[in-house]
């Protein structure tokens, strides 16, 4: 059960990081970047398409493509809200290929992929969100930018405790956490903590998760909004030891704050309840509630263990098999995103090294060409030379042969001088 509690935690900080941190990292004006926070404050909201579609048609007119990225920025949270992951899609992809002629603009891109990748996470996409987190890594590994390695291993992270590997998803939030602070966004960390925390309790680490825990609480006072994730945190953390007293303490605490609604969803409050309510021995209202989750792996998971509870060990065994067979389609699907990964970058490094092979055939052939052409004019030089000679060498011969004094008949001279 708390296994499957702390799963459904982890991908509701997408709304939480949404509104929490919105810098200017594309250098839009400013009040173009104040119509965009407006908007972001809010991300599911109806309203932010018709901003979006000012800001992008301006963008436009102006040939300005921070106005047209931010709003498409704007519009894709609000067609994932709407299940309309094609152009969902369709958004994201045009904000890379515009933003990837800027460098300046590039941490915006890696926060849109970083948003993208969470939602694709949650509508079960981890293939493809694993493939653009690879291709995050690489290129900020390629441009030096710590940013986009952030938030590359913190997905990583979070489709590794969405498969349950838990040790694996600390080593890429601790990796997240390293990068975020040498990006400067510490303001990252205590969600990166929370996320540590979470993954410790699921691994029955407790120790390791109150210290993560407690290194979250730290932040508060600077993002109060932190306080609902670190006080679930704390309520499961006790839940998972059997501590009922401080359990039914933290989930007072939660239910009585105001943030609580707004920053949680619907599924989050209903596990939590189950949680309470079969901690008051109050089975039968556990189960009710139980029966409200969204996803049949929900229900069954919370179920199997308060059947249990009342020694209805038939009814416990049927959804513990019913979970079971969740479990095999899942595995069956991980196979399938791990297949669909590894062919995807196999096919990437297959054209990658027909790339290389391409421009190495390419700088040969210009090798060549350049050697025959230096071969061609260096020989007609030689020749040239040896023509110029042997022109040179007759002009010499016939100008020797001008230059010679005629020769005089023989015995002209010698007679009359005796006479």
Same mark, same amino acid.
């Not at 049949?296 to 979970?323: M, V």
């Given at each position: 059960?708390?296994?499957?509690?702390?799963?459904?935690?982890?991908?509701?900080?997408?709304?939480?990081?949404?509104?929490?941190?919105?810098?200017?990292?594309?250098?839009?004006?400013?009040?173009?970047?104040?119509?965009?926070?407006?908007?972001?404050?809010?991300?599911?909201?109806?309203?932010?398409?018709?901003?979006?579609?000012?800001?992008?048609?301006?963008?436009?007119?102006?040939?300005?493509?921070?106005?047209?990225?931010?709003?498409?920025?704007?519009?894709?949270?609000?067609?994932?809200?709407?299940?309309?992951?094609?152009?969902?899609?369709?958004?994201?992809?045009?904000?890379?290929?515009?933003?990837?002629?800027?460098?300046?603009?590039?941490?915006?891109?890696?926060?849109?992929?970083?948003?993208?990748?969470?939602?694709?996470?949650?509508?079960?996409?981890?293939?493809?969100?694993?493939?653009?987190?690879?291709?995050?890594?690489?290129?900020?590994?390629?441009?030096?930018?710590?940013?986009?390695?952030?938030?590359?291993?913190?997905?990583?992270?979070?489709?590794?405790?969405?498969?349950? =590997?838990?040790?694996?998803?600390?080593?890429?939030?601790?990796?997240?956490?390293?990068?975020?602070?040498?990006?400067?966004?510490?303001?990252?960390?205590? =969600?990166?903590?929370?996320?540590?925390?979470?993954?410790?309790?699921?691994?029955?680490?407790?120790?390791?998760?109150?210290?993560?825990?407690?290194?979250?609480?730290?932040?508060?006072?600077?993002?109060?909004?932190?306080?609902?994730?670190?006080?679930?945190?704390?309520?499961?953390?006790?839940?998972?030891?059997?501590?009922?007293?401080?359990?039914?303490?933290?989930?007072?605490?939660?239910?009585?704050?105001?943030?609580?609604?707004?920053?949680?969803?619907?599924?989050?409050?209903?596990?939590?309840?189950?949680?309470?309510?079969?901690?008051?021995?109050?089975?039968?209202?556990?189960?009710?509630?139980?029966?409200?989750?969204?996803?049949?792996?929900?229900?069954?998971?919370?179920?199997?263990?308060?059947?249990?509870?009342?020694?209805?060990?038939?009814?416990?065994?049927?959804?513990?098999?019913?979970?079971?067979?969740?479990?095999?389609?899942?595995?069956?699907?991980?196979?399938?995103?791990?297949?669909?990964?590894?062919?995807?970058?196999?096919?990437?490094?297959?054209?990658?090294?027909?790339?290389?092979?391409?421009?190495?055939?390419?700088?040969?052939?210009?090798?060549?060409?350049?050697?025959?052409?230096?071969?061609?004019?260096?020989?007609?030089?030689?020749?040239?030379?040896?023509?110029?000679?042997?022109?040179?060498?007759?002009?010499?011969?016939? =100008?020797?042969?001008?230059?010679?004094?005629?020769?005089?008949?023989?015995?002209?001279?010698?007679?009359?001088?005796?006479?």
């Amino acid at each position: 059960m708390i296994r499957r509690i702390l799963a459904t935690l982890l991908l509701t900080l997408i709304a939480l990081g949404a509104g929490a941190q919105i810098v200017n990292r594309i250098g839009a004006d400013k009040k173009t970047f104040q119509r965009y926070a407006s908007g972001r404050m809010q991300p599911y909201e109806e309203s932010n398409l018709v901003l979006a579609d000012s800001l992008y048609k301006a963008g436009v007119e102006e040939s300005n493509y921070r106005k047209r990225c931010l709003a498409l920025t704007l519009e894709f949270p609000v067609r994932y809200a709407r299940g309309e992951y094609d152009r969902m899609d369709e958004c994201v992809a045009e904000i890379k290929e515009s933003l990837m002629k800027h460098e300046e603009a590039r941490d915006h891109m890696y926060s849109v992929i970083d948003e993208y990748c969470r939602y694709l996470i949650h509508i079960g996409r981890a293939s493809d969100a694993m493939l653009e987190a690879r291709a995050m890594q690489r290129l900020s590994g390629e441009e030096n930018n710590p940013l986009g390695a952030m938030y590359a291993y913190r997905i990583m992270g979070l489709i590794q405790s969405e498969r349950t =590997n838990s040790h694996l998803a600390i080593e890429y939030f601790g990796k997240a956490a390293q990068y975020s602070k040498e990006a400067s966004v510490e303001q990252e960390l205590p =969600n990166l903590y929370i996320l540590i925390a979470q993954e410790y309790i699921r691994s029955g680490e407790y120790p390791s998760a109150l210290d993560y825990c407690n290194r979250a609480r730290e932040y508060v006072s600077f993002f109060p909004a932190l306080a609902i994730k670190v006080e679930m945190t704390m309520a499961y953390y006790y839940y998972a030891q059997g501590r009922t007293d401080d359990f039914m303490a933290s989930y007072e605490k939660l239910v009585n704050h105001p943030l609580y609604k707004v920053q949680t969803e619907k599924d989050e409050r209903l596990e939590m309840d189950v949680a309470y309510l079969r901690s008051k021995v109050l089975f039968a209202e556990a189960l009710t509630k139980a029966d409200s989750l969204s996803t049949s792996r929900a229900r069954h998971n919370l179920k199997h263990p308060i059947y249990a509870d009342l020694q209805d060990f038939r009814s416990a065994y049927s959804e513990l098999g019913l979970l079971m067979g969740d479990k095999d389609s899942i595995y069956i699907k991980v196979q399938n995103e791990d297949i669909a990964i590894l062919d995807a970058e196999m096919n990437n490094a297959e054209l990658r090294a027909a790339a290389e092979r391409l421009r190495y055939r390419n700088q040969q052939t210009i090798l060549y060409g350049f050697l025959l052409m230096f071969a061609i004019a260096f020989s007609a030089i030689l020749l040239s030379q040896w023509q110029l000679r042997q022109n040179l060498d007759e002009m010499r011969r016939k =100008n020797s042969q001008n230059l010679r004094p005629p020769r005089l008949p023989e015995g002209d001279g010698s007679q009359g001088g005796r006479e």
